[in-house]
């Protein structure tokens, strides 16, 4: 079976804090993504990634960054934490395009 | 920009009912249309997903509903059961997207036993 894992299933940070939020996967997934999941708002894709250190934009990649420096490993990076980060944050992979994506459990970050 | 309308946004079904989400779409190059299932705590799962060449796909008590000329599908769960409560993603995306997917907002689906 296909295996997301993420770093921290709870996370509490302080305004202004750098946050790293690890996601790997273990089937040699070509693709990974991070998503952003609030209510109401469904699923919004930050940012993802084809290849290694390759990354592309996705809907919302204001105030976050990336890295895949390994193929199975793909980090999500808040330079400086705000408050309207607070959220629950999805990590995904898919073998290739037009596959099914494969979510870790999620890491819900609270910013205080 | 959402490419993708979801509704209703909670739905509350008895067992045994027959429980159904809509999407709409705006992007007419989408051509694949999956369903998600999240239970609580976990992250999303792909339940069932359909390609527009037809109108209607089914497997076991789920089945989605294709209508291309509206823009509309539908995922509808028969024989509704307590297990089924959980949050449902329609979503939809272009073959060969590297960014494949665009989801809708969720329903919230409670099953009472």
């Known amino acids: 079976d296909v295996k997301v894992t993420q770093s921290s299933r709870y996370l509490v940070k302080r305004t202004g804090e750098k946050v790293f939020l690890e996601c790997v996967q273990d089937m040699d997934h070509e693709n990974m993504f991070w998503y952003r999941q609030d209510p109401g708002l469904g699923l919004r894709l930050i940012y993802f990634?084809?290849?290694?250190?390759?990354?592309e934009k996705g809907d919302i990649p204001e105030g976050y960054s990336v890295s895949r420096e390994k193929k199975e490993r793909f980090s999500l990076i808040l330079e400086s934490a705000s408050t309207n980060q607070t959220s629950m944050y999805l990590c995904?992979?898919?073998?290739?395009?037009?596959?099914?994506?494969?979510f870790g459990p999620g890491t819900r970050l609270t910013v205080l | 920009q959402q490419q993708v309308k979801q509704s209703p946004q909670s739905l509350i079904v008895q067992k045994g009912g027959i429980s159904i989400i809509n999407c709409a779409y705006e992007n007419t190059a989408f051509d694949y249309f999956p369903w998600y299932q999240q239970f609580p705590g976990k992250g999303p799962a792909l339940l069932i997903a359909?390609?527009?060449?037809?109108s209607e796909k089914k497997e076991g008590r789920f089945t989605i509903s294709f209508n291309k000329s509206a823009k509309q599908f539908s995922l509808h769960i028969m024989d509704s059961q307590p297990g089924d409560s959980a949050t449902y993603f329609c979503a939809a995306s272009l073959s060969g997207s590297a960014r494949q997917l665009t989801f809708g907002s969720g329903t919230q689906l409670t099953v009472l036993p």
């Open positions: 995904a992979s898919s073998l290739r395009a037009g596959n099914e994506q494969f």
């Open positions: 359909i390609r527009p060449d037809v």
């Open positions: 990634s084809y290849d290694v250190k390759m990354k």
